[in-house]
Every structure is written in structure tokens, then in C-alpha cells.
């Protein structure tokens, strides 16, 4: 039973250029929310997907968008990246209609911006 | 406002000791889910254990137990035995029930158990 999958597990940008992470979820689950971590700091929510729409937003600029996919696995995408981008983005996966169950997380990519 | 406050920014515990790890929170909501995870250096976030608002009972997984206290707002995590592999950053999270995706985090609580 393959759990969350994140890809690429690391990874070197510029400013201003633009990159896309991917997220497969847990077998099972239907919804895919994304996080970010900066280092030393607890996670905060970008957004959550669900049957291939936006459902929750978090308190992050329009340059972060996503989509989800029939599949649903995830993309994450940044553009114009600004220095302060550079953190621990993860990517959960859980059933939309069991709000009690814990959300699982996949191992992370590391975004460095020089 | 909702908030997760962790008031430990690192905590030490010998090996095979007990060790509380403080987590309060802060919600007007009557119907909430709290959970711990554990994030060793590897990034992994690693799901310990869950405490509904409405449970009856102190939630445990194995050497892991939630000392839970609804009128202080208050859900400490205990483990029991420590191990070396404990060693990691451990986070307490909120979730509404009636908002299946967003999980508050607090700050974190680093974790070093010494041999």
C-alpha cells in the first residue's frame, strides 16, 4: 500500500523563475492539501483539492496555484519565486468525507531559491 | 482566532523516561480534532495520535497518550519509555470537524532523548 508521494525530493531555483511540484496521494483518499514549511517553523496551509477544484485556501498570494488531476494526484505551482519561498513544501493526502482521520503526509521537497 | 501554541522549543528526557510534551489551543468551535505528529530530520511528518473534542476518554497508541484537558484547552502529548528513535521535532495540530482540510500547526517541540 504505497503511502504519500512527493517529487522531486529536492530542488535549486533562481528568483523569478517559476516550479512545479507533484503529489500522488495515499491509496484511498480522494484530497490532496498542500503545506509549507519554513525551517524551524510548523507547517502552513496552502490549499486543498478536491474532485479537481479548490476547496480552502490559505493565507498565500495568488503566484501559488494548483491543480488536481481525475487520478487525484497534485500539482503545486509557484511562480515569480521570491527568496523567502525557500522552505519544506508537503503535500497530504485524506478522504474528504472522514474528517476525523488524520491527513498523511508524504516526504516533503526541499525548494532552495539563490 | 484559532491557534496551537507549543511553549517548548526543545525538551531533553533520558532514555527509558516518561516525557510531557505541552500543546494549548484556542478555538470558539465546539467540534474539533487534535492531533499529534512527529517529524524526525528526514522531513516526514509521522501521525502519532488523535483526540476528538467530544471523546470521553484520553486517547493512547501504544507508548503515546494525550493528556487531555477540554476546560484548559490543553492536549499534552506523554510518552511513555523513550527511545533513542523518538529524537525528532513532534507537532500538535487542530482541525475543525466541520473543515476536513486545514490543520493548524503550532511552533513545534524538538525532542532529544539522551542514552
Known amino acids: 500500500d504505497a503511502g504519500v508521494t512527493q517529487s522531486p525530493t529536492h530542488l535549486i531555483k533562481t528568483r523569478g523563475q517559476q516550479v512545479t511540484l507533484r503529489c500522488s496521494p495515499k491509496?484511498?483518499?480522494?484530497?490532496v492539501s498542500w503545506y509549507q514549511q519554513a525551517l524551524g517553523q510548523g507547517p502552513q496551509f496552502i490549499f486543498q483539492y478536491y474532485e479537481e477544484e479548490e476547496r480552502q485556501r490559505g493565507n498565500f498570494p495568488d503566484r501559488f496555484s494548483g491543480h488536481q488531476f481525475p487520478n487525484y494526484s497534485s500539482e503545486l505551482n509557484v511562480n515569480a519565486l521570491l527568496l523567502g519561498d525557500s522552505a519544506l513544501y508537503l503535500c497530504?493526502?485524506?478522504?474528504?468525507?472522514?474528517?476525523?482521520?488524520?491527513?498523511?503526509f508524504g516526504d516533503g521537497t526541499r525548494l532552495s531559491i539563490l | 482566532a484559532q491557534k496551537i501554541t507549543q511553549t517548548q522549543p526543545g525538551m531533553f528526557v533520558q532514555e527509558k523516561e516518561a516525557v510531557t510534551l505541552d500543546c494549548t489551543y484556542d478555538?470558539?468551535?465546539?467540534?474539533?480534532?487534535l492531533f499529534w505528529y512527529k517529524q524526525p530530520s528526514s522531513g516526514e511528518m509521522i501521525f502519532l495520535i488523535y483526540?476528538?473534542?467530544?471523546?470521553?476518554q484520553n486517547a493512547t497508541e501504544g507508548r503515546y497518550s494525550l493528556n487531555f484537558q477540554k476546560a484548559r484547552k490543553s492536549a499534552n502529548l506523554v510518552i511513555s519509555a523513550s527511545q533513542l528513535g523518538d529524537s525528532a521535532m513532534y507537532f500538535c495540530a487542530m482541525r475543525h470537524t466541520s473543515n476536513t482540510g486545514k490543520l493548524i500547526f503550532g511552533q513545534g517541540t524538538t525532542l532529544q532523548v539522551k542514552p
Open positions: 491509496s484511498g483518499h480522494d484530497t
Open positions: 483526540q476528538g473534542s467530544y471523546d470521553q
Open positions: 478555538t470558539s468551535d465546539p467540534s474539533y480534532g
Open positions: 497530504a493526502s485524506s478522504a474528504y468525507r472522514v474528517p476525523n482521520q488524520p491527513q498523511h
